[in-house]
């Protein structure tokens, strides 16, 4: 039986791998969610995940918190960072399967969807948790984001 078991070992470890096709498709199921977020994104093959937390309008040098009081150019700021963060890891905006944003005020929530929509701009939205918080990781900044993104091994 042992030896039974090893043979079949041996024969899986000497398989050739069989190529899975890699495939990212986005979902809606209610008519609210369209235009706004996707509600379901699934990945199909095997694939390389991203993740970007803490992403905010800190200046990269010194950490300083750029555009203090303008919630839109924070919002900009941390989206740039977060498209060269992607692109050094061979992935795009329309890669992002999972948001999480958080902000210090709820009353920023149309700018914040004006400044998604900008961002995203001819890309399928992926789903989006919006969080209030009470403060984030610096004094003066009022937006971060967490996203996650998946693109195929070979990328």
């Given at each position: 039986?042992?030896?039974?078991?090893?043979?079949?070992?041996?024969?899986?470890a000497?398989?050739?791998?069989?190529?899975?096709?890699?495939k990212?498709?986005?979902?809606?199921?209610?008519e609210?969610?369209k235009?706004?977020?996707?509600?379901?994104?699934?990945?199909?093959?095997?694939?390389?995940?991203?993740?970007?937390?803490g992403?905010?309008?800190?200046?990269p040098?010194?950490g300083?918190?750029a555009?203090?009081?303008?919630?839109?150019e924070?919002?900009?700021?941390?989206?740039?960072?977060a498209k060269k963060a992607?692109d050094?890891n061979?992935?795009?905006?329309?890669?992002i399967?999972?948001?999480t944003?958080?902000?210090?005020?709820?009353r920023y929530?149309?700018?914040?969807?004006d400044?998604?929509?900008?961002?995203?701009?001819?890309?399928?939205?992926?789903?989006?948790?919006f969080l209030?918080?009470v403060?984030?990781?610096?004094?003066?900044m009022m937006?971060?984001?967490?996203v996650?993104?998946?693109?195929?091994?070979?990328?």
């Amino acid at each position: 039986m042992r030896l039974i078991a090893l043979a079949a070992a041996a024969m899986i470890a000497a398989a050739p791998a069989v190529a899975q096709e890699f495939k990212k498709e986005n979902f809606n199921y209610s008519e609210f969610a369209k235009g706004a977020f996707s509600e379901a994104v699934t990945i199909t093959g095997p694939g390389k995940m991203i993740y970007l937390a803490g992403i905010g309008s800190e200046n990269p040098d010194d950490g300083s918190v750029a555009n203090v009081g303008n919630f839109l150019e924070q919002c900009r700021a941390a989206w740039a960072k977060a498209k060269k963060a992607l692109d050094a890891n061979g992935a795009t905006l329309s890669d992002i399967v999972k948001v999480t944003s958080y902000v210090t005020d709820v009353r920023y929530r149309q700018e914040m969807r004006d400044c998604r929509k900008e961002t995203f701009d001819g890309v399928p939205l992926p789903p989006h948790t919006f969080l209030h918080v009470v403060s984030l990781a610096r004094p003066g900044m009022m937006f971060e984001i967490d996203v996650v993104a998946a693109i195929p091994a070979s990328k």
